[in-house]
């Protein structure tokens, strides 16, 4: 399992905040065309979660930076995905990844 000490021992220790993998980037009300504050105040190897990839089409914000909601059927496989991540480092880590569930 992929942990903050893991990724401390590993020369990671500036890239990432605190033990969270996945930041919950969501706002109290959906806006068309709205990335939500929390989306930029990352800074750390946390993988944001935002509720939709469409909000992002238009941007040059990279489809492998955060995983979106809508991307899965149900909350539960997002609760499986997340999961896998967390146990699986190379795919965590992994650059230039689309973060989603169809390419795993």
Known sequence: MLTS???RRKGHRQLFSANHMFYLAFENSVCKEYITEKFWNLKHL???????RRIFNNT????????????FNNV???AKYLLYLQ????????P?????????
């Open 60 to 71: 040059k914000i990279p489809d492998n930076v955060y995983i979106a909601v809508d991307d």
């Open 96 to 104: 230039n990844k689309g973060l989603s569930p169809k390419e795993t």
């Open 46 to 52: 946390i993988v944001p979660i935002v509720l939709s």
């Open 5 to 7: 000490q893991k990724l």
């Open 87 to 94: 146990k699986n480092e190379t795919a965590y880590l992994k």
């Open 76 to 78: 539960e496989e997002l």
